[in-house]
């Protein structure tokens, strides 16, 4: 049995009669299956979990939207011996299926979940506040600062519902990141690596952690990260001037950025941020809260996906 969650106001509501050419391939192909649609703010990670509980049999859940989809949804998921994943990005950045290799058409991607070629088992990340007040799986990404920031005030931007209608969302992103080089505020923090290693920064800007490669639409932000090898990789900006952080934002595109001082890429199975005062903190471009002392690593279960 299939069970498909469904976004349909992914893409500004293009999803939704995207749905529709998507259903008649199942249809046609005899597929036993069923779909529910979410309305609200973590609606598929619920579903997500109702599935689970209610059905502990062997199944395919198969989420179609964007990336904070895929994030809500594998938050509801457990019983990992009992599910396939599929994913179908229907999304404006879409950076999940970028990092794992899956193509950008959905209809294509459809064929490949109807008819899956083979099964492969990814890592996922995990975050979690030293007070328990945060605990997170994510797909793609989790940062604090700077990165996050970004993503709470694009949350709350008229500008960026408005741009959606003509596809040019990302385009806020890209103007509150620049505001924000010149009016965030840095923390003094300690970076711990593998409960060993230890970076101490006068001024971090941001800690991010990827499980795969891209975030922002494509950006490499994080060119070592491997989904597979059962690590986290996090990149950590700190001490460097403004204008600096200015100009490294020119460099991310072909992943230059890591070559530069003051900007670190750590491979490790655990990565722990201290800061001196609470930072914001997202997962997959949602917000989760404020925090001054989480540590990154990777979710114990792999997850079994098809591709």
Not at 51 to 70: F, N, Q, S, W, Y
Not at 71 to 84: A, H, R, T, V
Request: glycine fraction near 10%.
């Amino acid at each position: 049995m299939y069970y498909f969650i469904v976004n349909p106001g992914s893409q500004t509501g293009k999803a939704k009669n995207l749905w529709h050419d998507l259903e008649e391939k199942l249809k046609s192909a005899g597929i036993d299956y069923k779909v529910c649609f979410t309305t609200i703010q973590n609606d598929a990670e619920k579903i997500a979990r109702r599935i689970c509980e209610e059905h502990p049999e062997m199944k395919r859940i198969v989420l179609a939207g964007g990336d904070g989809t895929v994030n809500e949804g594998i938050n509801g998921l457990f019983g990992y011996d009992s599910f396939i994943l599929g994913y179908i990005p229907m999304g404006s950045s879409n950076d999940f299926a970028r990092g794992l290799g899956i193509p950008q058409d959905p209809l294509s991607v459809m064929e490949h979940t109807i008819h899956p070629k083979r099964c492969i088992r990814i890592d996922h990340g995990l975050v979690i506040s030293e007070d328990g007040d945060i605990v997170r799986k994510f797909g793609v990404s989790s940062g604090i600062g700077y990165d996050a920031d970004i993503c709470e005030k694009a949350l709350h931007s008229r500008l960026k519902k408005f741009l959606n209608k003509f596809g040019l969302g990302k385009l806020v992103y890209y103007m509150i990141g620049l505001a924000l080089v010149f009016t965030n505020k840095p923390r003094k923090a300690v970076v711990t690596i593998d409960g060993k290693r230890t970076i101490k920064c006068d001024r971090l800007l941001f800690a991010t952690a990827m499980n795969t490669r891209y975030e922002g639409g494509g950006m490499p932000m994080a060119p070592a990260a491997n989904p597979y090898d059962g690590k986290i990789t996090v990149l950590v900006a700190h001490d460097i001037s403004r204008l600096k952080h200015l100009y490294l934002m020119t460099k991310i595109a072909k992943g230059k950025h890591i070559l530069y001082k003051g900007v670190e890429q750590i491979t490790a199975k655990t990565v722990e941020i201290k800061a001196e005062a609470p930072m914001t903190i997202h997962t997959d471009g949602e917000i989760v809260g404020k925090n001054d002392h989480v540590t990154f690593s990777v979710f114990p279960e792999k997850l079994k996906m098809m591709i």
